[in-house]
């Protein structure tokens, strides 16, 4: 093909603007690209398509997974971190969808290894019964020799009697009635009636006993009639069973309602109030209908009756009764010494059980609290069967504080304590000196802060200013310029010093004041001299008394300038006492 320079030139340099393009040259391009160009165009909508894209990744990543597998399970140990950690934030999420996925493989594999566990239990009262002989004995052994049950499961089967009358599919969300079944002899019911009132009751209950997500209503008992209630993750099965029914029924209920849910999940989960769905559903819930009755038997006349076995049996019940007695009245014992501990004042229980069969207990206790150990003979309970182990404390209970006031202060027999928080109330009659000592004492006991005597009477107040009035109404009279007594005062000099002792019988912390006087007679020099030298003279008469020199106080008055005072006053040449108590208004 030829081309002439024009179209060269077209060709090389192009048009000037995309309006001036050669229509040649888009001729020329199709040709030469057309094809590849088209597959480029195909293969870039099927990228850009999410959904044509999503068809070819799902084929990609299933290749994938199969070469994965076959080289080695790289590719799954590259994804088990990504699929777990999806699980565990589901599960944070949202728990609901993945129990109700797994609800209808999960009962079965739980009542397998109930059943196992049964099955053990069962073998082991088999033993113990397969030496019990007597006519329905036989005959039940025979019925577990031929039916392959084991004996003790026919035993308890026969010592049942009940009733299944009816059963109520009930939709959760809704609470509409999904499909019932009855008893061919029972009175139909109301359906719809019971089932909403059965999800007002389960509301009832839920809403006002504020219980978690996982706790549902299990049974409703009226009368003879239970109503035993099953729960899935979209329905309900509710049966009406009369008389007493095994445990293991409820198995029953929960199969059929497991195989409703795998059959009729997708129904349940959109229901629309449509039971036109669930036709078969009856078919699951007409075999739990059982009937159990209990046949009266018949004695026979020449029976004998196994009374060696029912010896042996009547002697393991007395001691199972014994050994059941025994433990009782232990226990009751050991209940009733650690509910006395705990209301002992000055003692606190913190530990109190029993283990590898011997009792233990341990607690907090005061010096001045009972001993726990003598409070076992009380419960004739031998220390050597207990464990315990008390730690020292100082208890503020009132009556610990009573004692303790009682131990340091001592208690008169007419006195009273009382406690009121921190103070120490105290009232009655006490000797004077004991209420001195409770004054200077006190605040040596814990838990005392402040006393309370406005109620105690000193019984010897009145005694002591007595004797005090007596001492000071003493005077001894002197002649002109004489310090000494003269015989003749001898006498009061002898009831003073008996007075001294009386006093200090009752008081210890008081001090003798000794006045000297004298008239007007000397100067005011010699006069101070002999006020001082006769006050010295009754001292002297106190300490050969026995008066201790600490008590005495002399105090030298010179009145002779006084202008009712004579030279010859005699009333002013004396010596006269005061008692002073510290602290007390004299």
């Known amino acids: 093909m030829a081309f002439s320079n024009n179209d060269s030139k077209g060709l090389v340099a192009g048009p000037e603007s995309p309006g001036d393009e050669d229509p040649n040259l888009e001729n020329l391009r199709e040709l030469i690209f057309g094809k590849e160009k088209k597959r480029l165009d195909e293969l870039l909508d099927r990228i850009e398509d999410p959904e044509k894209f999503s068809i070819d990744l799902g084929k990609a990543i299933h290749l994938a997974i199969k070469q994965s597998h076959e080289s080695g399970n790289k590719l799954s140990d590259s994804l088990f971190p990504v699929i777990e950690n999806a699980i565990l934030k589901s599960v944070k999420k949202d728990s609901r969808p993945l129990v109700d996925a797994i609800f209808p493989i999960m009962g079965p594999a739980i009542r397998k290894s109930i059943a196992e566990a049964f099955k053990d239990m069962i073998q082991s009262m088999n033993k113990m019964l397969e030496n019990s002989f007597s006519i329905n004995g036989i005959k039940w052994r025979i019925k577990s020799i031929t039916t392959g049950k084991p004996f003790a499961e026919i035993v308890l089967l026969h010592n049942l009697v009940y009733k299944v009358q009816h059963i109520f599919l009930i939709h959760h969300k809704t609470g509409l009635l999904v499909s019932e079944v009855m008893d061919s002899n029972v009175p139909s019911q109301d359906a719809d009636l019971v089932s909403s009132m059965l999800t007002a009751i389960s509301d009832f209950v839920r809403d006002s006993f504020n219980t978690s997500p996982g706790e549902e209503l299990d049974m409703i008992e009226v009368g003879e009639h239970t109503v035993w209630i099953v729960q899935g993750p979209y329905a309900l099965i509710a049966a009406v069973v009369k008389g007493e029914a095994p445990e293991n029924l409820r198995v029953d209920f929960q199969q059929a309602l497991e195989l409703i849910h795998k059959d009729f999940s997708v129904e349940l989960k959109d229901f629309d109030g449509d039971t036109s769905v669930f036709g078969q559903v009856d078919e699951i819930l007409t075999p739990c209908l059982k009937t159990h009755e209990k046949r009266p038997s018949q004695k026979l006349s020449g029976q004998k009756k196994p009374f ?101 202060l001592g208690k008169p027999e007419n006195v009273e304590y009382h406690v009121y928080g921190d103070t120490l109330l105290i009232s009655g009659d006490a000797r004077h000196k004991w209420i001195e000592m409770v004054n200077a004492n006190y605040k040596g006991i814990i838990g005392i802060a402040h006393l309370n005597t406005d109620g105690l009477d000193d019984i010897d107040l009145g005694e002591i200013y007595r004797l005090k009035a007596n001492i000071e ?66 001292k002297r008469l106190l300490l050969r008394n026995g008066i201790a020199e600490n008590l005495i106080r002399i105090i030298a008055e010179d009145k002779s300038q006084q202008d009712n005072i004579t030279n010859t006053d005699i009333n002013r040449r004396r010596v006269y006492l005061r008692i002073v108590f510290p602290g007390a208004s004299n």
């Open 473 to 538: 109404n003493v005077s001894f009279y002197f002649g002109v310029g004489l310090v000494e007594l003269t015989e003749g005062q001898n006498i009061e000099a002898g009831k003073l010093v008996e007075d001294l002792d009386g006093l200090l019988t009752y008081e210890n912390n008081f001090i003798i004041e000794i006045y000297g006087e004298t008239d007007g007679s000397g100067t005011e020099s010699i006069n101070k001299v002999i006020s001082f030298q006769r006050a010295l003279s009754i």
């Open 308 to 408: 060696w076995s029912i010896g042996i049996l009547s002697i393991i019940f007395i001691l199972i009764l014994t050994w059941a007695y025994f433990n009782y009245t232990e226990n009751k014992k050991w209940s009733g010494y650690t509910e006395n501990l705990k209301s002992e004042p000055g003692i606190i229980v913190t530990e109190t059980g029993k283990k590898n069969g011997q009792y233990y207990i341990y607690g907090l206790k005061d010096r001045l609290s009972a001993d726990p150990i003598r409070l076992l003979n009380d419960y004739n309970i031998d220390r050597s069967d207990v464990e315990s182990h008390w730690d020292i404390y100082s208890s503020l209970s009132p009556d610990i504080i009573l004692l303790r006031a009682e131990n340091i």
